[in-house]
T-cell receptor
Framework: NAGVMQNPRHLVRRRGQEARLRCSPM?????VYWYRQLPEEGLKFMVY????????ESGMPKERFSAEFPKEGPSILRIQQVVRGDSAAYFC???????????FGSGTRLTVV | QKEVEQNSGPLSVPEGAIASLNCTYS??????FFWYRQYSGKSPELIMS????GDKEDGRFTAQLNKASQYVSLLIRDSQPSDSATYLC?????????????FGKGTRLSVIA
């Protein structure tokens, strides 16, 4: 079991470009959660998805950010027209149906220059 | 507004001592509680979960929950330098699993050899 896989581990984008972050949940896990962590800050919830459905996106900024979890393939967090304030570590976590607690991926560190 | 509060630290303890980490939460309906450990530059790792009032022990770790006081703590016995990390408290409102966890900002623990 390879665990929760995130890629890329590090991503550098210029202001105005798009960033695509990928997350493959653990085998048997059907629930995916995206969190953002700024330096010296805690984990902030962004969005919760199941296959082909967004369950809760209350933590996602209304503009420029979107997420999907298609029937086939990884979950994608997409940030359009990135700004310096988007620089952060983005963590994906997964859990099985009815499960408590998450398993986190290794994260994607986004740097906007 | 669900909030989870932790003292940011750093909490410094000598090797072999007991480290006590505390967490309070605002939502009285919270049902599930988790402690994650996060080493610098790494992803959070689940170390303890607790759902009922009282103590739960796992090796050198003991989680304590008091729902009336809205308080959860983590004790680390015989602290080791390898325990030096940030400890994140997380709370789940629902008792059904698969709902987003709310995280505190974490307490930085330093175990001095």
């Amino acid at each position: 079991n390879a665990g929760v896989m995130q890629n890329p581990r590090h991503l550098v984008r210029r202001r105005g470009q798009e960033a695509r972050l990928r997350c493959s949940p653990m085998k048997g896990h059907s629930h995916v959660y995206w969190y953002r962590q700024l330096p010296e800050e805690g984990l902030k919830f962004m969005v919760y998805l199941q296959k082909e459905n967004i369950i809760d996106e209350s933590g996602m900024p209304k503009e420029r950010f979107s997420a999907e979890f298609p029937k086939e393939g990884p979950s994608i967090l997409r940030i359009q027209q990135v700004v310096r304030g988007d620089s952060a570590a983005y963590f994906c976590a997964s859990s099985p149906a009815g499960g408590f607690g998450y398993t986190f991926g290794s994260g994607t560190r986004l740097t906007v220059v | 507004q669900k909030e989870v509060e932790q003292n940011s630290g750093p909490l410094s303890v000598p090797e072999g001592a007991i480290a006590s980490l505390n967490c309070t939460y605002s939502d009285r309906g919270s049902q599930s509680f988790f402690w994650y450990r996060q080493y610098s530059g790494k992803s959070p790792e689940l170390i303890m979960s607790i759902y009922s009032n009282g103590d739960k022990e796992d090796g050198r770790f003991t989680a304590q929950l008091n729902k009336a006081s809205q308080y959860v703590s983590l004790l680390i016995r015989d602290s080791q330098p390898s325990d030096s990390a940030t400890y994140l408290c997380a709370v789940n409102l629902m008792n059904s699993g698969n709902t987003p966890l709310v995280f505190g900002k974490g307490t930085r623990l330093s175990v001095i050899a």
